[in-house]
Structures are given as structure tokens and as C-alpha cells.
């Protein structure tokens, strides 16, 4: 069945340094794909999106993602986080094979000490 | 900066009693979801409605699931009997074209005790 891994359930880094959190699907083609973020008790936040073309996109708030094709991967990044980065984080993904809506992975917890 | 909007943000309600959480989607916006957060577990698709009919559902999507777009605006979504383990975040969302990214509003939580 079509699915989106995030491996990573918690990940602590301290204010200021660098993060990746890891993200890996299932599918036969080239998917759209996002990443999403939930802070306590709010709703969810598009980060960024890859629909096509050049494989680094750039979100908000500093984020980036880069999609590899060879690993079916879209992981995230940000070269330095900062403490209101604490949240949830989701990737998704939608294509044919999903059924055109998104389907989301577990999320991945961030945790920032300072 | 236009947003999707949900009402209540939370509601109580007995088991076996019926539910409405209601939703307005941006208004350009012609794709309609209803996905749900179990607490502490993934999100999970619900229903998907477009021209007024839905256009895909899930297994959780059962006859005690309804949705409705009443008039322009609103995106509703019905549990005629709630159950204890309807108890979740519900989130409506909105896109402007199928397949593209959709807006997300801030949720309901449901508890049903």
C-alpha cells in the first residue's frame, strides 16, 4: 500500500542548531508533496510544497525541503532553529496513486532546548 | 490573507447524540476535505466533496458520516450518533484545484463522553 514514513516520532535539538527531519514514500510516480506544521492545539500550517522542477524549495519561516527522486525522500530542513520551531511536523503527499487527496505520515515531534 | 475558518473550536457532546461541526472554506476554493487527528495519532482523511457531491471517502467514512455545503459559504459535517471513539480533532481544509495543496482550518475538538 502507498505510504508516507516519517522514521523520526521525536527529535530534540538545541536552539541554533541545525535540523533534518526524514521523510520517505511509497509510489510509483512523482507525487505532490508538502510538509505541514501543527503547533499545540492549533490547526495545520503548509511550510512548503514540491509540485516540479527544481528539487530544493524554499518555505516559510526558513525551511526547506529537497525532493530525491532515487531515494524517495522529501526531508526537511532548517540551518538553524529556533526555539518557537517546537511543534509538530508532518509530511504529505498527494497523487493519483493516493487517491488525489493527501495522505499524511505520523509526524515527527521537534523539541528545542535552549 | 484569505483562511479557512471552523466553529466550534470544541464541543462537548453525550454519546448517541447527533453533531454538526461547521467549516468555510476560502471562497474561491472549489475542493472541500474533512480529515481527523485522533489524539496523539496521524491525520487521516475523511471525505473529500467537489460540485457538490463527494468525490471520495474513506472507511472511516461510515453512514453515520454526512457532509453538506448548505449554501455558498459553509461546509458542514454531520455524526448522526456519536460514538467515544469519535472523540478527535476534526480539521476541515479547502483547495483552489484537486491534487493541489490545501488550507487547513484550526480544527474542532470533538470529546464525546
Known amino acids: 500500500a502507498q505510504s508516507v514514513t516519517q522514521p523520526d516520532i521525536h527529535i530534540t535539538v538545541s536552539e541554533g542548531a541545525s535540523l533534518e527531519l526524514r521523510c520517505n514514500y511509497s509510489?510509483?510516480?512523482?507525487?505532490?508533496l508538502f510538509w505541514y506544521v501543527q503547533s499545540p492545539g492549533q490547526g495545520l500550517q503548509l511550510l512548503l510544497k514540491?509540485?516540479?522542477?527544481?528539487?530544493l524549495v524554499q518555505g516559510i519561516k526558513g525551511f526547506e525541503a529537497e525532493f530525491k527522486r532515487s531515494q524517495s525522500s522529501f526531508n526537511l530542513r532548517k540551518p538553524s532553529v529556533h526555539w518557537s520551531d517546537a511543534a509538530e511536523y508532518f509530511c504529505?503527499?498527494?497523487?493519483?496513486?493516493?487517491?488525489?487527496?493527501?495522505?499524511f505520515g505520523a509526524g515527527t515531534i521537534l523539541r528545542v532546548k535552549s | 490573507e484569505p483562511e479557512v475558518t471552523q466553529t466550534p473550536s470544541h464541543q462537548v457532546t453525550q454519546m448517541g447524540q447527533e453533531v454538526i461541526l461547521r467549516c468555510v472554506p476560502i471562497?474561491?476554493?472549489?475542493?472541500f476535505y474533512w480529515y481527523r487527528q485522533i489524539l496523539g495519532q496521524k491525520v487521516e482523511f475523511l471525505v473529500s466533496?467537489?460540485?457538490?457531491?463527494?468525490?471520495?471517502k474513506s472507511e472511516i467514512f461510515d453512514d453515520q458520516f454526512s457532509v453538506e455545503r448548505p449554501d455558498g459559504s459553509n461546509f458542514t459535517l454531520k455524526i448522526r450518533s456519536t460514538k467515544l471513539e469519535d472523540s478527535a480533532m476534526y480539521f476541515c481544509?479547502?483547495?483552489?484545484?484537486?491534487?493541489?495543496?490545501?488550507?487547513f482550518g484550526q480544527g474542532t475538538r470533538l470529546t464525546v463522553v
Open positions: 481544509a479547502s483547495s483552489e484545484l484537486e491534487s493541489t495543496e490545501a488550507f
Open positions: 509510489y510509483g510516480a512523482t507525487p505532490y
Open positions: 514540491y509540485f516540479s522542477g527544481d528539487t
Open positions: 504529505a503527499v498527494v497523487g493519483a496513486e493516493y487517491g488525489n487527496k493527501l495522505v
Open positions: 471562497s474561491n476554493h472549489l475542493y
Open positions: 466533496f467537489y460540485n457538490n457531491e463527494i468525490s471520495e
